[in-house]
């Protein structure tokens, strides 16, 4: 039996940075991944590093995780762009609210300006006439989750943990687990398998929700900042069996990434012509010359989502050695970092640097 001081199970974006949080502690980490690091909701996210303002807890995490990020803002490896965010308002009745988000990003240690309809012209010209301005916030940033992923499980490979490539966790015990080649790690244990998380905790509830992208060929100069709807978050934290946003991202190559769509209840991962049509629909409303783009390949992924929208961060109840990272739906690339510190601070007994309550697992069984 091999023994360990922490076992990560999963080495998605969320799973890697706990494993090379705790290598980073001098921990001795062991990590469990059956397929490519990085290869399940992260290979599938749009990469983008924003702070959602509208759940006070969300955005809490969400400051403290990109405060972290800034550690890879000059590591080629990582694809990290500052091309900031630009929310568009569609009406005079989102553009009301602007003031308000301002004030709270701003509140939360964060930067963003109120934008005119003059100054969204001049900040992207490609937009669709009539929209009422929109809100401008420059230090965000976009990475390439894959490689990003990848990259803290070789930097904690360094540090000393040890890989379980190609082995699946198949059996929890107590401060063990059984891979399904029989082998038997001991060790406290943090799930981190996103979607595939009912399979060893099945009492804490998650769905997966599956999502559309689109990148197109290389059009530099077209896009510059990642554009969002002031209304996506009614579609990312909304429980309609599906719905679609305006969330376009000029990646580093000139390429343009458009998404985004999100549905309840369906597991076929292929791409649904209907729903890319729906969602490339809603772009081509914001910005018409999406239109006359060459789309270069369309994929799917599923994005694990907890019931009230915020992830599982903390002890399993009833067990002190069972620990869970998972249920971060859209917002898992944002949020990786600040998660794996506050994991590793309940952990190790230390103060955490934000409260840790509103992610606790025990709120799903009360």
Known sequence: ???????????????????????????????????PIGGGATACAMGHLVAMDDDPAELALARHSLHRWEEFADLAEAEFSRCGTLWVA???????????RVARLEASGGEAHAV??????????????????????????????????????????????????GRAARRLGRAAVTLDDGTVLAGPTLVATGCALPE???????????????????????????????????????????????????????????GSSREFDVADPSVSAPMLQRMLQRAFDFMPALRGLRAIRAWTGFRPATPDGRPYLGAVPGRADLWVAAGHEGLGVTTALGSAQLMLDLLLGRTPAIDPAPYAPARALA
């Open 200 to 258: 060893l905790l099945p009492q804490l509830p998650l769905r997966p929700r599956k999502g559309h992208l689109l990148i197109t060929d290389r059009y530099p100069g077209l896009l510059h900042h990642q554009v969002l709807e002031l209304g996506y978050a009614d579609s990312a934290h909304g429980h309609a069996g599906s719905s679609v946003a305006f969330n376009v991202q000029p990646r580093p190559t000139g390429q343009i990434l458009i």
């Open 1 to 35: 039996m091999n023994g360990y001081d922490l076992i990560v199970v999963g080495a998605g974006i969320v799973g890697a940075s706990c494993a090379d949080e705790a290598a980073a502690a001098g921990l001795r980490v062991a990590i469990v991944e059956p397929g």
């Open 90 to 100: 569609r009406n005079e009745a989102e553009a009301a609210g602007i003031a308000q």
């Open 116 to 165: 005119d309809a003059q100054a969204l012209y001049r900040l992207e010209p490609a937009l669709a006439p009539g929209l009422c301005g929109g809100m401008l916030v420059p230090r965000e940033a976009v990475v390439y989750p894959p490689r990003m992923a990848l990259h803290l499980v070789r930097r904690a490979r360094q540090r000393g943990a040890v890989l379980y490539a």
